[in-house]
């Protein structure tokens, strides 16, 4: 079965340093992968989404994303990390003909 | 920019009664889909609905469960009989016919769902 796991519940990094968040996913076929992120009292919000092509994904909010096939992974970065980009960050997999099967989520912490 | 939206925002019922959630999706979205979250845990795929039929269910989505465009711009998730253990936020989302089912999805702000 498709699926993805975060392995940190929570990232701490101070504004200005680089943000990584980690995803690793295990897929049959071609993964089909995406990053959303959740604000309080707010729904996901699609950042970025690999499906062929470049290893590296650009998206929304200077946020990018790293397709590794052989480590399986699929982490998100960001060079500068910004305090409002604090909030709960969520990997996802298509898995069967369109449902997305989510990873627990990471939170991230930026302070200031 | 366009958004999907859901109404409404917090809907407290009680155990047994009948509960519609709305959803207006992005107006020219082709492919629509129910996902909930229950406090603290995954967001999990109920089901998505294409050319006006469920194209794809979870295990989740049984016979207490039902899906609805009654017009050309309205989804709704209608739930029979409520269960204590169905209190969750419900999340609409769509995506477009352009890039099919690998589209990226585009979610609403989501219905909480209370059964007490």
């Known amino acids: 079965a498709q699926s993805v796991a975060q392995p940190e519940d929570q990232v701490n990094v101070a504004e200005g340093n680089p943000l990584t968040v980690k995803c690793t996913y295990s897929v049959s076929g071609n993964p089909y992968l995406f990053w959303y992120v959740q604000y309080p009292n707010r729904g996901l919000q699609f950042l970025l989404k690999?499906?062929?092509?470049?290893?590296l994904v650009k998206g929304s909010y200077g946020f990018e994303a790293e397709f590794n096939k052989s480590q399986t992974s699929f982490h998100l970065k960001k060079p500068s990390a910004l305090v409002s980009d604090s909030a709960l960050y969520f990997c996802?997999?298509?898995?069967?003909?369109?449902?997305?099967?989510f990873g627990t989520g990471t939170r991230l912490l930026v302070s200031p | 920019e366009p958004e999907v939206t859901q109404t409404p925002s917090h809907q407290v019922t009680q155990m047994g009664q009948e509960v519609i959630l709305r959803c207006v999706p992005i107006s020219n979205h082709l492919y629509f889909y129910w996902y909930r979250q229950i406090l603290g845990q995954k967001v999990e795929f109920l089901v998505s609905f294409y050319n006006n039929e469920i194209s794809e269910k979870s295990e989740i989505f049984d016979d207490q469960f039902s899906v609805e465009r009654p017009d050309g711009s309205n989804f709704t998730l209608k739930i029979r009989s409520t269960k204590l253990e169905d209190s969750a936020m419900y999340f609409c989302a769509s995506s477009d016919g352009v890039t099919g089912p690998v589209g990226e999805q585009y979610f609403g702000p989501g219905t909480r769902l209370t059964v007490t």
């Open positions: 690999y499906i062929t092509g470049d290893n």
């Open positions: 996802a997999v298509r898995a069967g003909f369109q449902k997305l099967v």
